[in-house]
């Protein structure tokens, strides 16, 4: 802030314009974990708070340490556990998170070595001797959402006085503002969790479509999973934006959707296809594309463009459209090269395997002929990552 020591009213009315930006910015993160820090950062920013943690409260009914934050530590060694092994406490009136929690109240304490004697609750010292900081005063206020549940709590530790380093009390008036953060916080975590949640439902229900339309035509879906990772990672090497690259992971799953209506007696037949037979086999890619068409989703649009063109080639002599270089969509020019690259390299009831040498050598021979030259560079740009991919997923 510049200028003169801004009044009460002014530094008021200030924060709660600052507070209403925070809460749009929150509702506008859909990654949980960026969302919490976030939300902790802007409340210690709030009340200057040299540091602070959120907790969540967990399904089975703990508290957990979900962030960490302490300007005051030189050593950023702050243990907050991670997915796998999370650090939690009981929700207990005796710790002072607890306490909160339970209560759904609000506690600013001066000096949590000064606590008043019936107070029930204590200070858990255990964090500050392992870091060797020194808590003194604290603003603890529960994450309740409009429903009334108490999702999480927002400790803060150490108000400076501004410009200073000094120690000082939580000013009361702090506590409301923090409270409000603390319930927008509760509503954009509520929301992140569920986009996330059907995200996650989302692309599980398309792999698993994929996988089946799969399975009539190779035993595994691997070649599903290892396509559609090799198109990720040659997306990524291209600088497309890391949005584009997750449509891409997704999308490409679906190329050969269109295979479902495909008969078996051509999709597995062990020898070479008659003429009518892989005319009728190429008929594929436009069924995918009919099965995915007029979606207004933008991954699904995008798996109806993969699917319809990635048998397309860069000179103009694939099918179905005999479309050339960037006539042909980015992400179909990209599916085409792991698509070939995989086929090759995977044996066929039609073909044995080539070794992955060879299949480079392919990809290196058809640049400019069925690829995009840019499109293969980047794959060879990050060759050592398709080869790990085709380690974790082995044909
Ligand atoms: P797919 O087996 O997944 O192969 C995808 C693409 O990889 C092929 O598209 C082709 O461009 C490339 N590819 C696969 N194997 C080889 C190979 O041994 N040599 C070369 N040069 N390229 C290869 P394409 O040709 O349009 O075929 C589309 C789909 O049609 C194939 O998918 C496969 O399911 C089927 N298909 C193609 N040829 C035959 C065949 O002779 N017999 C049978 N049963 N199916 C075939
Ligand atoms: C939750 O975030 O799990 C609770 C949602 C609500 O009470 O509104
Ligand atoms: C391979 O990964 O096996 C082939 C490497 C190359 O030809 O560039
Ligand atoms: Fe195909």
């Known amino acids: 802030m510049s200028g003169g020591a801004p009044t009460h009213e002014s530094d008021l009315s200030e924060k709660f314009r600052r507070l209403i930006e925070v809460g749009l910015a929150l509702t506008s993160e859909s990654d949980v974990s960026a969302l919490l820090s976030r939300i902790l950062f802007e409340a210690r920013r709030f009340t200057c708070a040299e540091a602070g943690t959120l907790y969540l409260v967990t399904p089975d009914g703990k508290l957990r340490f979900s962030v960490v934050q302490n300007d005051g530590l030189r050593r950023s060694e702050v243990?907050?556990?991670?997915?796998?092994?999370?650090?939690?406490i009981e929700i207990s009136p005796t710790s002072?998170?607890?306490?909160?929690?339970?209560?759904?109240?609000?506690?600013?304490?001066?000096?949590?070595h000064d606590l008043p004697g019936n107070c029930g609750y204590q200070f858990d010292s255990s964090f500050d001797l392992k870091s060797g900081y020194c808590s003194r005063s604290m603003l603890v206020v529960p994450m309740k959402s409009p429903a009334g549940h108490i999702v999480g709590v927002i400790q803060l530790i150490n108000a400076r006085r501004p410009g200073t380093e000094e120690c000082t009390t939580f000013p009361k008036?702090?506590?409301?503002?923090?409270?409000?953060?603390?319930?927008?916080?509760?509503?954009?975590?509520?929301?992140?969790?569920?986009?996330?949640?059907?995200?996650?439902?989302?692309?599980?229900?398309?792999?698993r479509l994929a996988r089946a339309a799969e399975f009539r035509d190779h035993d595994t879906g691997e070649h599903i999973e290892r396509v559609s990772r090799y198109s990720a990672a040659i997306a990524e090497?291209?600088?497309?934006?890391?949005?584009?690259?997750?449509?891409?992971?997704?999308?490409?799953?679906?190329?050969?959707?269109?295979?479902?209506?495909?008969?078996?007696?051509?999709?597995?037949?062990?020898?070479?296809?008659?003429?009518?037979e892989y005319a009728e086999m190429k008929c594929h890619a436009k069924m995918g594309a009919d099965l995915l068409a007029g979606s207004e989703n933008p991954t699904i649009l995008l798996a109806a463009e993969i699917a319809f063109s990635h048998h397309e080639k860069w000179d103009g002599t694939g099918y179905p459209r005999g479309l050339r270089g960037d006539e042909i969509p980015v992400a179909a020019q990209i599916c085409a090269v792991a698509d070939v690259f995989d086929a090759l390299c995977s044996s066929r009831c039609y073909k044995t395997a080539l070794s992955s040498e060879e299949a480079c050598e392919f990809l290196r021979k058809e640049s400019g002929r069925h690829f995009s030259p840019q499109v293969v560079e980047a794959f060879f740009a990050v060759i050592d990552k398709i080869t790990r991919i085709r380690s974790e997923l082995p044909a």
Do not use: F, M
């Open 237 to 276: 090497a291209l600088g497309l934006a890391p949005s584009d690259v997750s449509r891409i992971l997704l999308a490409s799953t679906l190329h050969d959707i269109g295979k479902l209506a495909i008969p078996d007696s051509i999709l597995q037949k062990p020898g070479k296809l008659t003429a009518g």
């Open 173 to 207: 008036e702090q506590e409301e503002l923090v409270l409000c953060l603390a319930s927008q916080a509760a509503v954009a975590l509520n929301n992140a969790r569920l986009t996330s949640e059907l995200q996650l439902a989302y692309s599980e229900a398309i792999h």
């Open 79 to 88: 243990l907050v556990g991670n997915a796998s092994q999370p650090i939690t």
């Open 96 to 112: 002072i998170a607890g306490w909160v929690t339970g209560t759904g109240s609000t506690l600013n304490i001066p000096d949590v």
